[in-house]
């Protein structure tokens, strides 16, 4: 006599075999992988440098665009001499002001744009290119502060009093009187600008679901782990026979 219980059933996964839902099993072969170091998306540290240095030598040019347009737009601030004395045409003026208020603005904007124009290029650059970002602003107002002073008029202020003549009116030369907030407008605005288009446009790290595993792991457990329910439907119990 042999009794046979048909709600019996044996585990579906051999004991020598790791599961199919084992979390410490390699993902199956449709599975995509993460992408690599070094690829397009995700460069590695000799291309973050590369770039760096790129938007290093490009912004620190447009620092003379900035020198060219400072010197354009600044406010002239007006001499005159008596031939033992120059002074203030206008000792009330405010152009000396102006021209530190012009660069500030200038550099904001240009902060701005070089900021915006790293982003688009290089919106999935590393810390590097930003650092070269920084770098290369603060370098452009140093260039942009020499470039204005340089081809604007010129500091021997006795000479070009002598040149011009006893109560002859002349500019005086280009400067800047607070040289550290103008030279730190253009790297703030630019980390600033920067720093709020990679928080409202930059790149977001993929889920477990871009990584191929959301589907493996879904779907009714099996084996000696599954619950009432949560396999295939058994089949009818069997009563006893006669053997």
């Given amino acids: 006599m042999a ?16 599961g199919p839902h084992d979390p410490w099993q390699a993902p199956p ?26 938007v290093l030598v ?5 620092g003379i665009a900035l020198g060219l347009l400072w010197l354009w737009l600044a406010p002239r601030v007006p001499l005159i001499s008596d031939d033992t004395a120059v002074f203030l045409k206008n000792s009330e ?12 603005l ?17 919106r999935r650059g590393g810390v590097l290119v930003v650092v070269g970002l920084a770098l290369g602003a603060l370098l452009a107002s140093l260039v942009a502060w020499r470039v204005g002073i340089w081809l604007g008029p010129s500091s021997d202020v006795v000479a070009r009093a002598r040149e011009a003549g006893r109560g002859v009116t ?7 009187h607070s040289v550290g907030v ?17 928080a409202a446009f930059g790149p977001r790290d993929a889920g477990p679901e871009w990584l191929g595993y959301g589907s493996y792991y879904d779907g009714p457990v099996q084996g000696p782990l599954a619950g009432p329910g949560s396999g295939p439907p058994s089949s009818p119990a069997g009563g006893g026979g006669a053997a």
């Fill in 3 to 18: 009794w046979h219980d048909g709600t019996v059933t044996a585990p579906l996964t051999p004991p020598h075999q790791p």
């Fill in 29 to 54: 072969s449709g599975s995509h992988p993460a992408p690599s170091a070094g690829g397009p998306d995700h460069p590695d540290t000799a291309t973050e440098l590369r770039q760096a240095a790129v």
């Fill in 58 to 62: 490009l912004v620190t040019l447009a």
């Fill in 93 to 104: 003026g405010e152009e000396a002001i102006g021209a530190d208020g012009t660069f500030v």
């Fill in 106 to 122: 200038l550099a904001l904007g240009f902060g701005a744009l070089s900021a915006a124009a790293v982003f688009w290029r290089l």
């Fill in 170 to 176: 002349f500019d005086a030369p280009l400067e800047l």
């Fill in 182 to 198: 103008a030279v730190l407008a253009w790297p703030f605005a630019a980390m600033g600008i920067h720093l709020l288009l990679t």
